[in-house]
T-cell receptor, first 113, second 112 residues
Framework: DTAVSQTPKYLVTQMGNDKSIKCEQN?????MYWYKQDSKKFLKIMFS???????INETVPNRFSPKSPDKAHLNLHINSLELGDSAVYFC????????????FGNGTRLTVT | QKEVEQDPGPLSVPEGAIVSLNCTYS??????FMWYRQYSRKGPELLMY????GNKEDGRFTAQVDKSSKYISLFIRDSQPSDSATYLC????????????FGTGTQLKVEL
């Protein structure tokens, strides 16, 4: 009955590989987000989707491509992984994109070696 | 200078103490203010959500917003060891697409 669930929980991969992270929410929300948390715990938004439409696209390298097949799912595909991509990636959701609070998943810890 | 500044701590207090956590910010457009709690290896969990200036209380937690000083606080009364976590302030503004700007978090340890 997890509200926002992400898979996998841990991801260890080598530089240059391509990987995907999946996110699903069962809260009935229509807006979903990807945030990146670095080693100093700083959380920064990457993308947001509202009803499958891209709303926020921060200055993220083109190697990162989000996809929202429906409003309950938001995936993140990363091409040509680099050492600096190592971080914890959090998916979140909210009802609408007008300042309603976000509900976060438990994160995907990505380690690039 | 970051838009939102937060002392990273760590802050160590004895059980039962009153804890005060603070953030300052520079963008006067921020109108919505949140506090999240994050346990180790978990996602941020919403604790408090306030709009504009004023106080909000929920159980042992009180959030205060002073927009004139660009300063927000979270008070925890009768702190418990289970309150040991990282506390993140976050804020957003109208028309920003619900983009949250976070502080770096304050690590709190409540000791027996």
């Amino acid at each position: 009955d997890t509200a926002v669930s992400q898979t996998p929980k841990y991801l260890v991969t080598q530089m240059g590989n391509d990987k995907s992270i999946k996110c699903e929410q069962n809260l009935g929300h229509d807006t979903m987000y990807w945030y990146k948390q670095d080693s100093k715990k700083f959380l920064k938004i990457m993308f947001s989707y509202n009803n499958k439409e891209l709303i926020i696209n921060e200055t993220v390298p083109n190697r990162f491509s989000p996809k929202s097949p429906d409003k309950a799912h938001l995936n993140l595909h990363i091409n040509s992984l680099e050492l600096g991509d190592s971080a914890v990636y959090f998916c979140a959701s909210s009802q609408g994109d007008k300042n309603s609070p976000l509900h976060f998943g438990n994160g995907t810890r990505l380690t690039v070696t | 200078q970051k838009e939102v500044e937060q002392d990273p701590g760590p802050l160590s207090v004895p059980e039962g103490a009153i804890v005060s956590l603070n953030c300052t910010y520079s963008n006067s457009a921020f109108q919505y203010f949140m506090w999240y709690r994050q346990y180790s290896r978990k996602g941020p969990e919403l604790l408090m959500y306030t709009y504009s200036s004023g106080n909000k209380e929920d159980g042992r937690f009180t959030a205060q917003v002073d927009k004139s000083s660009k300063y927000i606080s979270l008070f925890i009364r009768d702190s418990q060891p289970s309150d040991s976590a990282t506390y993140l302030c976050a804020m957003s503004y109208t028309g920003g697409g619900n983009k949250l700007t976070f502080g770096t978090g304050t690590q709190l340890k409540v000791e027996l």
